[in-house]
């Protein structure tokens, strides 16, 4: 898991370094996770280590932003709050399931939900 947070802290170090909006910034951490969590779908028979890092990259980021839209100072109106709650809710239960070895899933939900979450920023980033 160590090697887990410092890939996620590294990602986003990376991102907050970029010039940009904080909308931007985090289009390209969802891009950056999203393009490693959709190869390492693909990959995940002979490279399962790297699909297991992907699953955990992911579960992180999506706890974390579970944890923001959960604070009362979250500034996003609350139905939007509850939907992603809803989404952190969904991915970390999925996740657990792929990690814990259920062959009859797959990441490809989690990856969706990224690529929609992506458009939704791009879309704000765009205004």
């Known amino acids: 898991m ?58 992180e980021l999506w706890t974390t932003i579970g944890a923001d839209v959960s604070s009362h100072e979250n500034a996003l109106p609350a139905s939007l709050r509850g939907q992603l709650f809803f989404l952190f809710e969904f991915t970390q239960y999925h996740t657990k399931r792929l990690l814990s070895g259920d062959t009859s899933l797959s990441a490809e939900p989690l990856i969706e939900i990224n690529r929609n979450i992506m458009t939704g920023l791009n879309v704000c980033v765009s205004e």
Request: aromatic share 8%; net charge positive.
């Open 2 to 59: 160590v090697r887990n947070t410092n890939l996620a802290r590294r990602a986003y170090e990376t991102s907050a370094k970029s010039t940009g909006t904080p909308r931007s910034i985090e289009y390209n951490l969802f891009l950056r996770l999203t393009s490693a969590l959709s190869t390492a779908e693909e990959n995940k028979i002979n490279n399962h280590s790297s699909y297991i890092d992907a699953l955990s990259w992911n579960l």
